[in-house]
C-alpha cells in the first residue's frame, strides 16, 4: 500500500511565525505536490516537485516555499505565517507513468491532512 | 483553470443512483476522480485517459466524454459508505502545462 505521511494532523501558529509542514511517502515516487484545500474552493496547487531539488509553483504559491532534499520528502514553508493561510495543507505523490509530459496519467496518492490554524 | 463540478451537494436515500458530472473548459488528456471521507485523505477512485472511456469500479462508474470536454460518475444503488465529497481532476491536452486541477466537489450524502 502507498503511503503518505504528514507528520501533523492539527497545527496551531501564530502570526509571523515561520511554519514547517512535512511530507513523507514511502513508494518512491518520483513527483510530489502540496496543495490547500478550503471549503467551497475544493484543491488547489500550491507547489510540486518531480525530482530531488527541483520545483515548480502551483497555482497559488504566494507566501509560500519548498523544499525537497531527499526524494521521500517535500516540506512546505510559511515563511511568515499569516491568518489567511489558516486552511487544510495535503500532500500527494504519484508515480511517473510514462505518459506525455511530467505527469500525465499519473494518479495522485494523498496524505489525511494537516490542518493549519494562524492566530 | 478549475473544471467545473455539478451539483455542489445531493442527499440520497440508501439504494438509489447519483450522477456527478464535471465539465472543463480546455481539451482533456485525462479526468481523475476522487472521494474523500470526513476527515480523511482523498482516495482515487478512477481516471479515465480515452475519449468515450468508461470505467467501472464495483457500482460506480464513470464516462469520458472528449469532444465535450466532460465526463459523469454514476453511483448506482447506492451504499452509506458511498458517502463523502467526490472531486474530479482534470488534465489539459497542453503539454508543458498538464498539472492536474481539482474542481470544488460535490458532497454526496446518504441516509438510510
Known amino acids: 500500500d502507498v503511503k503518505v505521511t504528514q507528520s501533523s494532523r492539527y497545527l496551531v501558529k501564530r502570526t509571523g511565525e515561520k511554519v514547517f509542514l512535512e511530507c513523507v511517502q514511502d513508494?518512491?515516487?518520483?513527483?510530489m505536490f502540496w496543495y490547500r484545500q478550503d471549503p467551497g474552493l475544493g484543491l488547489r496547487l500550491i507547489y510540486f516537485s518531480y525530482d530531488v531539488k527541483m520545483k515548480e509553483k502551483g497555482d497559488i504559491p504566494e507566501g509560500y516555499s519548498v523544499s525537497r532534499e531527499k526524494k521521500e520528502r517535500f516540506s512546505l514553508i510559511l515563511e511568515s505565517a499569516s491568518t489567511n493561510q489558516t486552511s487544510m495543507y495535503l500532500c500527494?505523490?504519484?508515480?511517473?507513468?510514462?505518459?506525455?509530459?511530467?505527469?500525465?496519467?499519473?494518479?495522485?496518492?494523498f496524505g489525511a491532512g494537516t490542518r493549519l490554524s494562524v492566530l | 483553470q478549475q473544471p467545473v463540478q455539478s451539483p455542489q451537494a445531493v442527499i440520497l436515500r440508501e439504494g438509489e443512483d447519483a450522477v456527478i458530472n464535471c465539465s472543463s473548459s480546455k481539451a482533456l488528456y485525462s479526468v481523475h476522480w476522487y472521494r474523500q471521507k470526513h476527515g480523511e485523505a482523498p482516495v482515487f477512485l478512477m481516471i479515465l485517459l480515452k475519449g468515450g472511456e468508461q470505467k467501472g469500479h464495483d457500482k460506480i462508474s464513470a464516462s469520458f466524454n472528449e469532444k465535450k470536454q466532460q465526463s459523469s460518475l454514476y453511483l448506482t444503488a447506492s451504499q452509506l459508505s458511498y458517502s463523502g465529497t467526490y472531486f474530479c481532476?482534470?488534465?489539459?491536452?497542453?503539454?508543458?502545462?498538464?498539472?492536474?486541477?481539482f474542481g470544488t466537489g460535490t458532497r454526496l450524502t446518504i441516509i438510510p
Open positions: 500527494a505523490s504519484s508515480f511517473h507513468s510514462g505518459g506525455v509530459g511530467l505527469f500525465n496519467g499519473d494518479i495522485q496518492y
Open positions: 513508494m518512491d515516487h518520483e513527483n
Open positions: 481532476g482534470t488534465e489539459p491536452h497542453d503539454f508543458g502545462n498538464e498539472k492536474l486541477t
